[in-house]
C-alpha cells in the first residue's frame, strides 16, 4: 500500500477531496464547523462539529452522492492569500477557525485560504486545480474525536476518507480493506474463542482464553527451547518494582509517561514495570562473576505494563499489559560482536521457521544533537553504533540507519515486518546498553584480577507474545499450522449408536500420542458437525462410520480440502505425527 501522505500527487489529491467532502457536508447540513482535515497515510479525514447531529452508517452514501455532484460541476479551486485581521473576519462565526488563526504569527505567517465554489476554508494546500479531477474516491468509516484530541473538550466526528487517480488503484484499496477485515486478528479471535475484552478489565487488558493460552504456551515452549540450546537461564521476576528502581535505571526520567501511574503501599512507592532490565541487572549483581562466566544470557517471559492512550490499543498487537520474550546478555566488550551476530542468527532462524520473509533491519541511532534525550557520552556511542553496523556488514545482513530511534542507553536494531495486509510492525529488537551497567554498579573479574563493567545486549525475538500472537493469526487467517492449533483434531461419529464407541476408541488412542483432539458426540447432524469443524479451522476432522470401525481405519478431511482419505489408524499417526514437527 502507499504512503498517500509521502506521495506527492495523492496527498495534493487527498487534501483537495477533504474539502470536496467538507463543502458537501456543508451543503447538508450548514450548521457544520470544521476543525482541521489533514491528509494521512491511507487518505484524509476531517473533523466536524455537527450539533445534535450524529453521523451514521446511512449518512456517508449521502455525502459521497453530494460529493459526486460537486465533482461533475468542474468548479476551479482558487487560492487566496489574506491577512490575519481578514481571516479573522471571514471565519468569525466558526470558533473552530478563530482558534487557529488566533494562534498564527501575525508575522512570520503566511495565511491561506481555498475556495471552490460556494465553499472556502483555511489551508496551507496545495491542492489539484479544479475538483473534476476528484472522480475516485470513498468514505471509508467514521469516529468520534476530541478537538485538539483533549477529552476534557467537545467530542466532534470525523469522517474518514480516501482518494486515487484511477478507478482500479480505488477498487486495489477497497478490496485490501476487505482483505484486513478477514485476516483482522481480533475477528479471528472473537471467532476461534482466542481472546476477549472486557471494560470492566480495563482497555488493552486482554484475557487469553484456553484456546489462546494453549498458543500462547507452544510458542513459549518453541522459543524456550530455543533459547535453551543456546546457553540461555530463565529467570522469574515481579510485575511491579520501587520508583527508586526506575529511578536508578534512569527509566523513571525517559519514560515516565509510558508508565502507569505510582502507587504507595506503607513506606514504599511501587509502579507497574514497564520493562524488565532493571531486575535482571538485580539478578546479574546477585553474585560476584567471573570473565569466564562470561556471557550470561538471562531470559524471562514476563508480563508488563505500558500506557497506551485508549485510542490506540488493538486487541493483542498493541496492549496495556503484554507478555514479552525477554532477555538481557551480560558479555565483555570483546564478546558484543559474537553475541549480537548470534541474537541476529536467532531472530533469522526463528523467521525461517514461521516463514516470515518481507522484512527489513533498521539500526536506530541517537542523534547527536539531543542531550536530553540520550545518555550524553561521545565515545560510548560511537563505539557502541560502529560495533552494530560491524557485525551487520559482515551478515551481510541489509539495513537502513534510522538517526533518533535509539534507546535513551544505546542503538538498537529492529527488525520491520510487512505483513500480509497493512503497515509494517516491528517484532524483534536487539539493543546495545553501555549506561544500565554503571548505574547498577555491575562488574565482573577479568583475568588480570581487575574489576570491569559488562556490556549488556537487551533482545526479545518474538517481540511479545502477544503482538506475534496477532500476526500469526493474521498471516494464516486463523488456519494455524498443526503444531500450533489448539485443536488438532477433530472425530465425527456417522452415527451416534452404531459409531460413538469406535470413536471413542480413535479418541483415545490418539490423546495417548499426546494430539490435541475432540470427540463430537452431539445429537447433531454429521454434515453439521464437519461444516462446524471446518469453520473452527481445525487441521483434521476424522468421519468414522462402519467400513472405518470394520477395518480399524480413519476417513480424514484437511481444513480447506473437500476430497478426503482413508487409511490406517497408525498410518495416519504416523503422518500427522511428522506433520506435527512442522512450523510453518
Avoid at 470558533?95 to 465553499?119: A, H, W
Avoid at 467400513?547 to 503422518?575: C, W
Amino acid at each position: 500500500m502507499i504512503n498517500i501522505k509521502e506521495n506527492i500527487d495523492l496527498n495534493k489529491l487527498n487534501h483537495s477531496c477533504a474539502h470536496l467532502m467538507a463543502q458537501a457536508v456543508k451543503h447538508l447540513y450548514p450548521e457544520a464547523k470544521f476543525w482541521v482535515g489533514p491528509v494521512i497515510e491511507e487518505g484524509f479525514y476531517y473533523d466536524i462539529d455537527l450539533g445534535d447531529k450524529v453521523i451514521t452508517e446511512e449518512d456517508l452514501p449521502k455525502i459521497e452522492k453530494e460529493m459526486k455532484k460537486l465533482s461533475k460541476d468542474g468548479k476551479r479551486i482558487v487560492r487566496h492569500e489574506i491577512s490575519k485581521d481578514e481571516a479573522l473576519n471571514m471565519f468569525k462565526d466558526d470558533p473552530y477557525k478563530v482558534d487557529l488563526i488566533s494562534r498564527m504569527d501575525e508575522e512570520s505567517t503566511v495565511i491561506s485560504c481555498y475556495t471552490q465554489g460556494n465553499f472556502t476554508d483555511l489551508c496551507r494546500g496545495p491542492h489539484v486545480d479544479t475538483v473534476k479531477e476528484l472522480k475516485y474516491f470513498k468514505l471509508i468509516k467514521f469516529s468520534g474525536a476530541y478537538w485538539k484530541g483533549d477529552s476534557k473538550n467537545k467530542m466532534l466526528q470525523r469522517i474518514y476518507g480516501v482518494c486515487f487517480r484511477t478507478e482500479e488503484d480505488l477498487n486495489d484499496y477497497l478490496n485490501e480493506l476487505e482483505e484486513r477485515k478477514n485476516r483482522d486478528h481480533r475477528k479471528i479471535g472473537k471467532e476461534l474463542d482466542i481472546f476477549m475484552s472486557d471494560d470492566l478489565v480495563g482497555k488493552g487488558m486482554p484475557l487469553w482464553l484456553p484456546n489462546g493460552a494453549l498458543i500462547r504456551k507452544e510458542l513459549e515452549n518453541y522459543i524456550y527451547a530455543k533459547e535453551q540450546k543456546l546457553g540461555y537461564v530463565h529467570v522469574y521476576t515481579p510485575c511491579v518494582g520501587t520508583v527508586d528502581l526506575y529511578k536508578t535505571s534512569g527509566h523513571w526520567d525517559h519514560y515516565k509517561e509510558n508508565m502507569f501511574p505510582s502507587m504507595k503501599v506503607d513506606e514504599e512507592e511501587f509502579v507497574l514495570r514497564p520493562m524488565n532490565c532493571p531486575h535482571h541487572m538485580l539478578v546479574y549483581k546477585n553474585k560476584l562473576h567471573s570473565y569466564r562466566e562470561l556471557p550470561i544470557r538471562i531470559g524471562e517471559f514476563a508480563t508488563d505494563f505500558r500506557y497506551e492512550a485508549s485510542g490506540a490499543v488493538k486487541g493483542l498487537e498493541r496492549v496495556r499489559c503484554m507478555c514479552q520474550n525477554d532477555a538481557h546478555l551480560f558479555v565483555t566488550p570483546e564478546q558484543i560482536g559474537e553475541e549480537f551476530k548470534k541474537v541476529v542468527q536467532l531472530i533469522l532462524d526463528v523467521y525461517q521457521d514461521f516463514g516470515i520473509t518481507n522484512y527489513k533491519f533498521r539500526l536506530s541511532l541517537r542523534d547527536p544533537e539531543d542531550k536530553e534525550k540520550y545518555f550524553d557520552d561521545d565515545e560510548m556511542w560511537n563505539n557502541a553504533e560502529s560495533k552494530l553496523r560491524e557485525v551487520l556488514n559482515t551478515l551481510g545482513v541489509e539495513y537502513f540507519e534510522a538517526v533518533g530511534e535509539a534507546a535513551f542507553y544505546g542503538p538498537k536494531l529492529d527488525v520491520e515486518v510487512k505483513p500480509a495486509v497493512g503497515p509494517e510492525i516491528t517484532l524483534s529488537t536487539c539493543q546495545l546498553d553501555f549506561l544500565l551497567p554503571r548505574r547498577f554498579e555491575l562488574s565482573y573479574i577479568d583475568s588480570e584480577g581487575n574489576k570491569q563493567v559488562p556490556v549488556v545486549l537487551h533482545r526479545a525475538i518474538f517481540g511479545t507474545f502477544d503482538r506475534f500472537t496477532a500476526f500469526v493469526l493474521e498471516e494464516t487467517k486463523g488456519a494455524l499450522p498443526l503444531w500450533l492449533s489448539p485443536v488438532q483434531i477433530e472425530i465425527v461419529p456417522v452415527n451416534n449408536e452404531y459409531h460413538l464407541e469406535y470413536s471413542d476408541k480413535v479418541f483415545n488412542l490418539l490423546k495417548e500420542n499426546n494430539f490435541r483432539v475432540e470427540l463430537d458426540s452431539r445429537d447433531e447432524k454429521m454434515g453439521y458437525k464437519i461444516r462446524e469443524a471446518q469453520t473452527r479451522k481445525i487441521p483434521y476432522t476424522l468421519v468414522l462410520g462402519n467400513n472405518e470401525r470394520d477395518n480399524n481405519t480413519v476417513t480424514y478431511r484437511k481444513y480447506g480440502e473437500e476430497k478426503t482419505t482413508t487409511v490406517s489408524t497408525e498410518e495416519f499417526i504416523e503422518m500427522i505425527n511428522s506433520q506435527r514437527k512442522e512450523y510453518k
